[in-house]
């Protein structure tokens, strides 16, 4: 990855906390549908501000979380058994300290895109276990929140990024893997604007708006979103997801 796209992520570490976050529910079940325990190791691929691995440490034996951002890496939370290590995970081989390890499966949040197939296909092959899944989570407004779409379009008004496809989809396929089930959570949501204009910041192509374009951004969200408005607060559906992808011989 480019060092743009590296300060890019430095940027909008800040903000990152503002996205909303994984479902407690998604982690409990997923635990089940993986058949987690005290023996399991994860890997969290490009791991940002820890998210995940936070989320999965107490079900686990330990998590392996890695970023090339050393901003979000700052603010992932510490656990006894989360260890983070930053690193460019379309450079060839893991760092030496886990290039070697074998993980029991791979979970990747909001991310996989950044991975070229072929450093996906690679990490594959030296690092999962046999039998082992890549479990693909995100978590987002849900389509059917009534404002969603034209805070997409503000939001990409301002700064439309870039589009990344479905290149880490892309890279399970060539890997031989497809998706075999997965766990979705929904939930209503009521939050400020406050929170709206910062999860919009923590897109890495908003997040080093100059302080007075950030004032402009509020001030046309604020009318954008006045129809919606009720006791001050928006209501919005959230939904939490993880997809399971596990080899194709294993769906036989």
Same mark, same amino acid.
């Given at each position: 990855?480019?060092?743009?796209?590296?300060?890019?992520?430095?940027?909008?570490?800040?903000?990152?906390?503002?996205? =909303?976050?994984?479902?407690?529910?998604?982690?409990?079940?997923?635990?089940?549908? #993986?058949?987690?325990?005290?023996?399991? &190791? #994860?890997?969290?691929?490009?791991?940002?501000?820890?998210?995940?691995?936070?989320?999965? @440490?107490?079900?686990?034996?330990?998590?392996?979380?890695?970023?090339?951002?050393?901003?979000?890496?700052?603010?992932?939370?510490?656990?006894?058994?989360?260890?983070?290590?930053?690193?460019? #995970?379309?450079?060839?081989?893991?760092?030496?300290?886990?290039?070697?390890?074998?993980?029991h499966h791979f979970v990747v949040g909001r991310a996989i895109h950044w991975l070229t197939p072929e450093s996906l296909v690679a990490l594959i092959g030296s690092?999962?276990?046999?039998?082992?899944?890549?479990?693909?989570?995100?978590?987002?407004?849900?389509?059917?929140?009534?404002?969603?779409?034209?805070?997409?379009?503000?939001?990409?008004?301002?700064?439309?990024?870039?589009?990344?496809?479905?290149?880490?989809?892309?890279?399970?396929?060539?890997?031989?893997?497809?998706?075999?089930?997965?766990?979705?959570?929904?939930?209503?949501?009521?939050?400020?604007?406050?929170?709206?204009?910062?999860?919009?910041?923590?897109? &890495?192509? =908003?997040?080093?708006?100059?302080?007075?374009?950030?004032?402009?951004?509020?001030?046309?969200?604020?009318?954008?979103?006045?129809?919606?408005?009720?006791?001050?607060?928006?209501?919005?559906? @959230?939904?939490?997801?993880?997809?399971?992808?596990?080899?194709?011989?294993?769906?036989?």
């Amino acid at each position: 990855m480019t060092a743009e796209t590296r300060d890019a992520f430095d940027a909008t570490s800040k903000f990152y906390d503002r996205r =909303l976050p994984y479902d407690t529910r998604l982690f409990q079940q997923l635990a089940i549908e #993986l058949a987690l325990g005290p023996e399991v &190791s #994860l890997l969290d691929i490009c791991c940002g501000n820890g998210q995940l691995s936070v989320g999965f @440490a107490d079900r686990v034996k330990e998590v392996v979380g890695i970023d090339f951002s050393e901003g979000m890496l700052k603010r992932a939370p510490q656990r006894p058994n989360i260890r983070y290590l930053r690193h460019d #995970l379309n450079a060839p081989a893991l760092p030496g300290a886990v290039a070697d390890h074998r993980f029991h499966h791979f979970v990747v949040g909001r991310a996989i895109h950044w991975l070229t197939p072929e450093s996906l296909v690679a990490l594959i092959g030296s690092n999962l276990r046999p039998g082992g899944s890549v479990v693909n989570c995100g978590a987002g407004w849900s389509d059917d929140t009534p404002w969603l779409e034209q805070y997409v379009a503000l939001r990409k008004s301002y700064r439309p990024g870039q589009a990344r496809g479905g290149r880490g989809n892309a890279g399970l396929g060539m890997a031989g893997f497809a998706q075999q089930g997965g766990v979705r959570v929904n939930k209503t949501i009521w939050c400020d604007l406050e929170l709206l204009v910062k999860h919009a910041l923590s897109y &890495s192509s =908003l997040g080093d708006m100059a302080p007075d374009e950030v004032e402009y951004f509020r001030e046309d969200l604020t009318k954008l979103m006045e129809p919606y408005r009720a006791d001050g607060l928006y209501q919005g559906n @959230a939904v939490t997801w993880g997809a399971i992808y596990r080899r194709n011989e294993q769906l036989a």
